[in-house]
C-alpha cells in the first residue's frame, strides 16, 4: 500500500526550511497524518506547489491551493507524478480535488482508495473516531 496525505492551507511560520511532514499546522491535516502514519510507515505528502514529497524533504512556506490550480494545472500535475514504485493500492488522505490528482497519476495501473468521505465536518467525525481507536490499541 502507497500512502498520501494531502498538504494543508495553514502552515508553521518559519524562514528556514522544515521537513514537509512539520511543515503543514492545520488540525485537519494533523490528524489524517495521525491516521495514515499510524496505517502505514511511509506517507507521501502531496504539496499543490512541489507535487508529490516526502515527508523529511525541507520546504518553506508557500500560499498555493489544489484550489487555487486550474484543471490543466492539475493535469500537468498529475502528469509529472512518478507512480512507477507506488504499490498497487494507494490510499489518499486529502479533499476531493487532490484525490483526482492522485487518480489521473494512477491512471489504471493503481487502484485509488480515498478512505475519508462527505464534507470536512463528515471527515473530520470519522478520522477522530479512527484516532480513538487507534489510542485504544
Same mark, same amino acid.
Given at each position: 500500500?502507497?500512502?498520501?496525505?494531502?498538504?494543508s492551507k495553514s502552515k508553521v511560520s518559519t524562514e528556514t526550511p522544515v521537513p514537509a511532514k512539520h511543515l503543514?499546522?492545520?488540525?485537519y491535516f494533523n490528524k489524517r497524518w495521525t491516521v495514515a502514519s499510524y496505517d502505514d510507515?511511509?506517507?507521501?505528502?502531496?504539496?499543490?506547489?512541489?507535487?508529490? +514529497?516526502?515527508?523529511?524533504?525541507?520546504? %518553506?512556506?508557500? $500560499? #498555493?491551493?489544489?484550489y487555487d490550480l486550474s484543471a490543466d494545472e492539475r493535469r500537468a500535475m498529475a502528469h509529472d507524478i512518478d507512480t512507477e514504485r507506488w504499490d498497487d493500492t +494507494?490510499?489518499?488522505?486529502a479533499g476531493? %480535488?487532490?484525490? $483526482? #490528482?492522485?487518480r489521473d497519476a494512477?491512471?489504471?495501473?493503481?487502484?485509488?482508495?480515498?478512505p475519508l468521505s462527505g464534507g470536512l465536518?463528515?471527515?473530520?467525525?470519522?478520522?477522530?473516531?479512527?484516532?480513538s481507536e487507534i489510542e485504544e490499541h
Open positions: 500500500m502507497t500512502t498520501i496525505v494531502g498538504c503543514y499546522d492545520s488540525p510507515d511511509h506517507v507521501l505528502i502531496l504539496s499543490a506547489k512541489h507535487g508529490i +514529497v516526502e515527508p523529511d524533504t525541507k520546504l %518553506l512556506p508557500y $500560499d #498555493v491551493s489544489m +494507494v490510499v489518499v488522505y476531493t %480535488l487532490y484525490v $483526482d #490528482v492522485i494512477c491512471g489504471s495501473r493503481h487502484t485509488v482508495v480515498s465536518g463528515e471527515q473530520l467525525s470519522q478520522l477522530n473516531t479512527r484516532i
